[in-house]
């Protein structure tokens, strides 16, 4: 089946630092690939939208300056936390689909601690 | 606007018990209708993706089935154990177009008490 890898399941970092989170669909090709962050007992908030080789288009309310998406190839996509905040501490999760998979496959989440 | 609703939003149930989980959804134009579980602290796991033309998918001791036309869908767990204790969400994925944003519904705890 499907896979998504998600890495790296936890980080934590200082104040005013950068994170980089990668997401890579291991045994297919992720035409589109899709960011969300949880709060805790909250379901899923879609940030972004990406397509290979295309910049990402955000949700209403986030911030492209502050959470850089690249999509650079059809199995890896990356999720940047510029100049990280304490808010922006949260459970980041990734999904995949590609043009021979109908569903959608989400990697493991990422435990972001800003402190 | 596409709104999904899942009740119960939490359930607690013996072990061996039979039980549904119910999803509604308020625009029935559809791709298809998935449902995942998803653990603390963990990410979504697949668990049936039923197509718009589709009535149900089976796995296991999983059944889900989907009425497009009243815009609702249920998932039936045979038989439950404590492993089965999860968060389960439904998602709605809207035809026609590019569009491949899923709509979530918030979610149904289940607790599965040995």
């Known amino acids: 089946g499907a896979v998504v890898s998600q890495h790296p399941s936890w980080v934590i970092c200082k104040s005013g630092t950068s994170v980089k989170i990668e997401c890579r669909s291991l045994d297919f090709q992720a035409t589109t690939m899709f960011w969300y962050r949880q709060f805790p007992k909250q379901s899923l908030m879609l940030m972004a939208t990406s397509n290979e080789g295309s910049k990402a288009t955000y949700e209403q309310g986030v911030e492209k300056d502050k959470f850089l998406i690249n999509h650079a190839s059809l199995t890896l996509s990356t999720l940047t936390v510029t100049s990280a905040h304490p808010e922006d501490s949260s459970f980041y999760i990734c999904s995949a689909t590609g043009t021979r998979t109908y569903g959608y496959t989400f990697g493991s989440g990422t435990r972001l601690t800003v402190v | 606007k596409q709104e999904v609703t899942q009740i119960p939003a939490a359930l607690s149930v013996p072990e061996g018990e039979n039980l549904v989980l119910n999803c509604s959804f308020t625009d029935s134009a559809i791709y298809n209708l998935q449902w995942f579980r998803q653990d603390p602290g963990k990410g979504l796991t697949s668990l049936l993706l039923i197509q718009s033309s589709q009535r149900e998918q089976t796995s296991g001791r999983l059944n889900a089935s989907l009425d497009k036309s009243s815009g609702r869908s249920t998932l039936y767990i045979a038989a439950s154990q404590p492993g089965d204790s999860a968060t389960y969400l439904c998602?709605?994925?809207?035809?026609?177009?590019?569009?491949?944003?899923?709509?979530f519904g918030k979610g149904t705890l289940l607790t599965v008490n040995p």
């Open positions: 998602a709605v994925r809207p035809s026609g177009g590019s569009n491949y944003k899923l709509t």
